[in-house]
DNA sequence: CACCATGTTCCTTG
DNA sequence: CCAAGGAACATGGT
């Protein structure tokens, strides 16, 4: 469940949980999701070491422990994929079906699941340094991303997935900010223009505060059955909340119903292998002067 | 059975 | 070198 505002939240809730706790144990349930690390190394650079500190990157979490006498400090590196899901049991609690990594603290065991099994927690930090700005920090400034997009003939639905141009946003948060920017989305990147570049810059940005905001305001649940997990945050969208989920996604989804500004139907199109939804009408194919 | 799914990486082709 | 497209990863929902 994974676009920056849900990997934001999910830190949010977990770095007191987890801060300041020793690692006794590793159980690695399922070694793909650790490679390139191997078990053994694993084990040998976690077994003793303290959380310090959890922060975020685009979708990666970034756990940074210590190992009090050895006095290092490393960071441990966790991705969500689709459908992994990270969380704080009591240690006699049931583990998930598809527990891959369980980190044994004392009286509560942390545990990093995935059912497709696509993501990694491993030590590997290659694919973080390669990333482009945080969207939310200031060095995502409106120059900065013009010139990222300048000479780029790729679809701008397509570029925004590129991690290196801007961290965290993924499929949901591309086709929403392009809605609010109305931009349609096979518009050449390198041909949107300044006013366009700014609309956008601004959509990104208000989307993902928005969707923070919203996650943070609903509890974290985090037991083992199906149903409680359910209740970690979608932005607009989750089984058995209704109340919470008004529309706030307008367009992700939404093939064949009404534009909430125009009443359009709502159209799905597949750029690079990925569903994009968009309105025809507000969302103009207008290029540069 | 078919198709779809919030992500990333690798490979091929042009 | 770049861009585009597809497959792969593995499981589950509809």
Not at 26 to 39: D, F
Not at 54 to 61: D, P, S
Not at 74 to 86: K, N, P
Request: aromatic share 8%; charged share 25%; hydrophobic share 40%.
């Amino acid at each position: 469940m994974p676009e920056l505002p849900e990997v934001e939240v999910l830190v949010q809730h977990l770095c007191p949980l987890l801060r300041g706790k020793i690692i006794r144990s590793v159980q690695i349930r399922r070694e793909r999701v650790i490679r390139p690390t191997s078990a053994a190394t694993l084990k040998r650079v976690l077994v003793g070491a303290k959380f310090t500190e959890l922060t975020r990157r685009g979708k990666f979490l970034l756990f940074q422990l210590r190992h009090p006498q050895r006095k290092t400090s490393f960071t441990l590196v966790g991705h969500l994929g689709m459908t992994g899901r990270m969380f704080v049991l009591r240690s006699g609690e049931p583990l998930p079906k598809h527990a891959a990594v369980v980190l044994e603290l004392g009286r509560r065991r942390f545990v990093y699941e995935d059912q497709r099994y696509f993501r990694r927690l491993n030590l590997d930090e290659s694919s973080v340094a390669r990333m482009g700005p945080e969207p939310l920090s200031k060095d995502f400034t409106p120059a900065k991303f013009a010139q990222a997009l300048a000479g780029s003939s790729r679809a701008i639905k397509v570029k925004l997935l590129d991690q290196d141009l801007v961290a965290g946003v993924g499929n949901i948060y591309a086709s929403e900010a392009l809605f609010r920017a109305r931009i349609a989305p096979q518009l050449p990147a390198g041909k949107l223009n300044a006013e366009q570049v700014r609309a956008l810059w601004k959509a990104i940005r208000e989307v993902l505060t928005q969707a923070i905001r919203f996650g943070s305001t609903i509890p974290l649940h985090h037991g083992p059955d199906a149903a409680s997990r359910d209740g970690l945050f979608y932005y607009g969208r989750a089984a058995g909340a209704p109340d919470y989920y008004e529309e706030r996604l307008r367009v992700y989804d939404r093939a064949g119903q009404p534009c909430s500004r125009c009443k359009t139907k709502i159209q799905r199109i597949v750029q690079a292998a990925r569903s994009t939804y968009f309105c025809p009408k507000c969302q103009r194919k207008i290029s540069a002067r």
